[in-house]
């Protein structure tokens, strides 16, 4: 469950007080359910409420109760389900509520507005053959497997050479020297995916989807800004 502090308040006087609001971003695997997300803040969440009443609104703007894509909950959670590049962006709720004035005794409503930034965030390459068979998390399925194959790789060339020397009396065409094998990882994203350290300081090892606005043609760590954005969507490969 995630519970969140930053929201917009304002109240059901003469003129509506709007306070400042920032958005919480949240990364989720592709192909993967989002985490829980709580139309609520932790103190509210400790405190009795009255009448609670909530609206989720997609990045689309549409409502979200009643998608087949979504888990919502009777108390506000919300859970984006199969995640997919077209799912990013704004989740927004809505909750309204009552309380009773401590000195008047007097019921009065509250809104309060929660912003979601919600990000997919595949693993590597070849990402979309892959996960679609593994049953179980993929990105520790692949990097397990990698680990296998340096392990593999290491001990071949090490009975190797013992069994041309041992074995076959011949002066092995390949000489390994112990613990000399090592492995180089590739930085890298998918098109349509980037990383960036400043507005993803929370995943700043993560390849993000693209925002709307900009693109990624390659395989590099890097979403480029279109001369003339015309890109209304995430995860664009192209201007």
């Known amino acids: 469950q995630w519970y969140f502090g930053d929201f917009i308040q304002y109240e059901h006087f003469t003129s509506f007080t709007l306070l400042s609001c920032v958005a919480v971003n949240v990364y989720v695997k592709v192909f ?15 405190e009795e409420i009255i009448d ?4 989720w ?13 979504v888990n919502l909950t009777e108390t506000g959670k919300l859970m ?4 997919k590049e077209s799912m990013s962006g704004a989740y927004t709720c809505t909750l309204s509520h009552k309380i009773i004035e401590a000195m008047t005794q007097e019921e009065r409503e509250v809104v309060e507005v929660y912003k979601f930034m919600v990000y997919v965030n595949p693993f590597a390459p070849g990402w979309v053959e892959v996960c679609h068979q593994v049953p179980y998390d993929c990105e520790d399925a692949t990097n397990t497997r990698v680990q296998e194959a340096k392990d593999r790789i290491g001990e071949f060339f090490k009975k190797q050479a013992y069994a041309l020397k041992h074995e076959f009396q011949t ?10 094998f090592s492995a180089t990882h ?3 994203c998918r098109p349509g995916f980037g990383k960036n350290d400043l507005t ?4 700043a090892s993560c390849c993000v989807v693209c925002d709307p606005g900009t693109y ?20 664009a490969r192209s201007c």
């Open 80 to 83: 984006v389900m199969g995640f």
């Open 32 to 46: 993967t359910n989002s985490p829980f997300l709580v139309c609520m803040d932790l103190a509210r969440s400790q």
């Open 52 to 55: 609670p009443k909530y609206l």
């Open 186 to 188: 590739i930085d890298s």
């Open 216 to 235: 990624s043609p390659n395989n590099d760590v890097t979403c480029q800004i279109c001369a003339r954005p015309r890109v209304k969507k995430y995860g």
């Open 171 to 180: 002066a092995p065409t390949i000489h390994y020297v112990d613990n000399s």
């Open 200 to 203: 993803h300081k929370n995943c």
């Open 57 to 69: 609104i997609g990045p689309d703007g549409r409502n979200l109760e009643g998608q087949m894509y």
